[in-house]
Nanobody, 120 residues
Framework: EVHIVESGGGLVQPGGSLRLSCRFSGLYSDSWYRVDWHRQAPGKEREVVAGIDIYVGETSSRAITYATSMNGRVIIFRDDTGNSVDLLIDNLEPDDTAVYYC???????WGPGTQVTVSS
């Protein structure tokens, strides 16, 4: 069974940065998986923020994509352990306030999300 846990959310002032982590387990080694970061703001539909393909068993990654709406303010990457896909968001704006979720579409797996609030 695939498990996903997001972390790193919190309250941040406009202009600040956050690093969110998506830690996963239960994936088969020697296989490629897609990992996506999404967010859902109050009263809005969930949207994809960024995605990356990862190879389990190594630290390889490929096929990185970003939502154009993020205007180049995000970077998605795999951490050195290979067991987490992190999202770095720079120059945060109040409109970035949302619950951020991580998913692995191949297993229809979602984490519980982590709240990001951007406010002065």
């Amino acid at each position: 069974e695939v498990h996903i846990v997001e972390s790193g959310g919190g309250l941040v002032q406009p202009g600040g940065s956050l690093r969110l982590s998506c830690r996963f387990s239960g994936l088969y080694s020697d296989s490629w998986y897609r990992v996506d970061w999404h967010r859902q703001a109050p009263g809005k539909e969930r949207e994809v923020v960024a995605g990356i393909d990862i190879y389990v068993g190594e630290t390889s990654s490929r096929a990185i994509t970003y939502a154009t709406s993020m205007n180049g303010r995000v970077i998605i990457f795999r951490d050195d352990t290979g067991n987490s896909v992190d999202l770095l968001i720079d120059n945060l704006e109040p409109d970035d306030t949302a619950v951020y979720y991580c998913s692995i579409p191949g297993h229809s797996a979602w984490g519980p999300g982590t709240q990001v609030t951007v406010s002065s």
